[in-house]
């Protein structure tokens, strides 16, 4: 099922995507929610080599879940954008980690970015300092579950799994948490 409903323009809000599975799912629930971004700024590896970790195969969706947004992951990321900004522009830097990235998403434009980078990648401190807040959807309850395997242990621990929304800082999932919801 695709989302539904009407979201808005957001001219001062940025969509930072790596090009990865997890950033095409992302592009397709902001179109299928309506939503318009100032610019969409994409992050691929030169030549589209896959970086260490990343997987060449595209999951298959087989059926649906409900009531819940299934995205299309065979959809290329950049024509998903497209429909979420007028403004799209691509980048061969291999790594969010490059002054090129962060003089694409100016401060003095934007308000705040929201980010999909390559797993395992830490945003470093002169990027964090040069882009206005990055917004990420850490999959972890905050600040019970930091780092890599939160799914994991929460499962065990909990029984359950959960999402928190921050604004990336230096240090690994120690952000402002925006908000918070468990599954």
Known sequence: ARPQGHLGTFSGVALLAADTMRSRGYAQALAGHGAQLGRVVIVKVPGNAQRWGQSEAIPKSHGSLGEYFLPDLTIPLEETCKSISEDILVLQTGTINSLEVAAALPSDTFEFTIYSGFGGELVQRDVLEACPPLLHMHAGWLPDYRGSTTTYYSWIN???????????TADIDTGAILSRKQY
Not at 158 to 168: P, R
């Open 158 to 168: 909990e029984g359950v799994c959960g999402v928190s929304a921050i604004f990336l």
